[in-house]
């Protein structure tokens, strides 16, 4: 598809020679120089991986060699949680390499979680991204992209976003003044907590009438036209980024592998980054122990959940019959249904990772579940009661790690980490409605998408302006 001249690269050759981009199709297998600008084969058309020799670049021999990076945290690469594994994903010298201190996130132990989902205390974790610095996972795979459009010379950058993307990019390309974000959202779904971002940032901001998979045609299309570096997460560096989420839940527990990673699906770049970063280091001898990978959908936006457990659709060792997705689209097209739910970072009905995330969910041993904004937004408060919070569709891991606690899919005793991918204050909308007192705000925002209670909510406790009057009310309630 789209191919940006790289005639102006300067890239450090000998770096570089042993990392590449692949095509994903095993029947296809083209490869391509890691200093071209791809979203896709150029012969199949099929996602690429970066790949590397790795027998050919200086891979630690155990993972705990990483531990003496935070000693170094005064050298750019090591001061990021992402470029701090830096050996990880080589594929961008260390010179080229951008960041902005993403990735020092934490793996906080949620007993009050744990309660909720029916695990032993102790056992479930919370893997809060929500902590990077424009407050959701993303930044963890901009700064992976980024470094790569930085390496190829690009001067303007460009993605679709139902808002977390685009802040992320808008903030890359603000602090570093390399690039012009140009950014792509769909009418009226985007929370403001993220538009305000994108908009405070810089980015140049293109309101398209549709949804999300709508501007995610429009900007393949125009990035091509224009020759636009595409950030989404059909863009194969990004995912590189977001192994790194891997690389620290192990580090927090002291590279022991969890029995299960639990992470909402949305365009599945995370859960197709997530199996990557394990076949990766299974293939090193850096772990001996897969975790299983749970992808959670909304009820709302399932595409994954339909063709993986309804229409069996499976990795089938390399060659997945994507024919059952794209006859699966035909169909939402001919009943003209759209993705509705919430949880709007996971409003996807076409994930562009579908194929990759076949392949994690073979190696991960994994599970596909659906949850309703029901379920979301009572995991939400529950998340939030235990005093991180996290935005609608971060809590679709806790609700979908509770439903498969449930079904005896995930036992009592399992050591459960469930990926927060976002801050709780970039959706205050979602948050307010569920506490509020006024039942036709909570009709408006949320009845219309089948929620019908709130039984978690706390709720203001309204008094007149009369000392007496609120002294009997902190009594009562407190
Ligand atoms: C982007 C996003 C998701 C979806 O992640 P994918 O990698 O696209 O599946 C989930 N939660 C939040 C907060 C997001 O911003
Ligand atoms: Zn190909």
Redesign the pocket.
């Known amino acids: 598809m789209s191919t940006v001249s790289a005639s102006s690269v300067a890239v450090a050759k000998s770096h570089v020679n042993h990392a590449f981009q692949k095509c994903l199709n095993i029947d296809c297998n083209a490869t391509f120089g890691i200093d071209e600008v791809r979203t896709s084969c150029g012969k199949c058309g099929e996602l690429l991986d970066v790949a590397y020799d790795w027998e050919k670049l200086p891979v630690p021999t155990k993972l705990s060699d990483f531990e003496v990076m935070w000693t170094r945290r005064y050298e750019p690469l090591r001061f990021s949680g992402v470029w701090r594994f830096h050996e990880l994903l080589p594929f961008a010298p260390a010179e080229k390499v951008i960041t902005v201190g993403e990735g020092q996130t934490l793996l906080q132990q949620a007993n009050s979680v744990a309660k909720y989902v029916g695990i032993r205390p102790g056992q479930l974790y919370l893997q809060y991204e929500g902590m990077n610095p424009s407050g959701?996972f993303?930044d963890n795979g901009m700064c992976a992209a980024f470094t790569h459009a930085h390496m190829v010379g690009a001067k303007r950058a460009a993605c679709a976003s139902?808002g977390?993307?685009s802040a992320s990019l808008a903030m890359y390309c603000s602090v570093t003044q390399l690039m012009k974000a140009i950014i792509f959202i769909g009418s009226g779904k985007i929370s403001y907590g993220k538009l305000s971002q994108a908009l405070e940032y810089g980015a140049l901001t293109v309101q398209i009438a549709g949804d999300f998979d709508d501007a995610m045609a429009r900007v393949q299309d125009v990035s091509k036209e224009l020759g636009i570096y595409l950030v989404n997460?059909i863009n194969p560096f990004r995912l590189e980024g977001q192994k790194t989420v891997m690389y620290r839940v192990l580090e927090a527990l002291r590279w022991e592998s969890p029995d299960w990673i639990v992470v909402?699906?949305?365009?599945?770049?995370?859960?197709s980054a997530f199996g990557k970063a394990f076949i990766e280091l299974k293939q090193l001898g850096l772990i001996d122990r897969i975790p299983r990978l749970a992808v959670i959908n909304a009820a709302g936006a399932d595409t994954l959940d339909i063709v993986y457990n309804q229409r069996n659709l499976r990795w089938n060792r390399g060659r997945p019959r994507m024919d059952i997705a794209c006859w699966y689209y035909d169909e939402l097209d001919r009943e003209k249904r759209k993705a509705d739910t919430i949880a709007s970072?996971?409003e996807i009905n076409r994930p562009v990772n579908l194929r990759k995330c076949l392949r994690a969910l073979d190696f991960c041993d994994g599970v596909v579940r659906k949850v309703s904004d029901q379920e979301i937004l009572d995991a939400k408060a529950q998340v939030g009661a235990g005093g991180i919070g996290c935005?609608p569709?971060?809590a679709a891991s806790v609700a979908g790690a509770k439903m498969l606690r449930q079904q005896g899919v995930i036992g009592m005793d399992d050591r459960v980490v469930c990926i927060l991918?976002?801050h709780q204050l970039k959706d205050p909308t979602a948050t307010v409605a569920y506490h509020t007192t006024d039942q036709e705000k909570f009709n408006e925002v949320l009845g219309s998408r089948g929620v019908s209670r709130a039984s978690y909510a706390n709720r203001a406790v309204a008094v007149p302006n009369e000392l007496d009057a609120i002294v009997k009310a902190i009594q009562l309630y407190s």
């Open positions: 959701s993303k139902t977390n993307t997460s909402p699906g949305g365009n599945l770049g995370n859960s970072a996971i935005e569709a971060s991918t976002g």
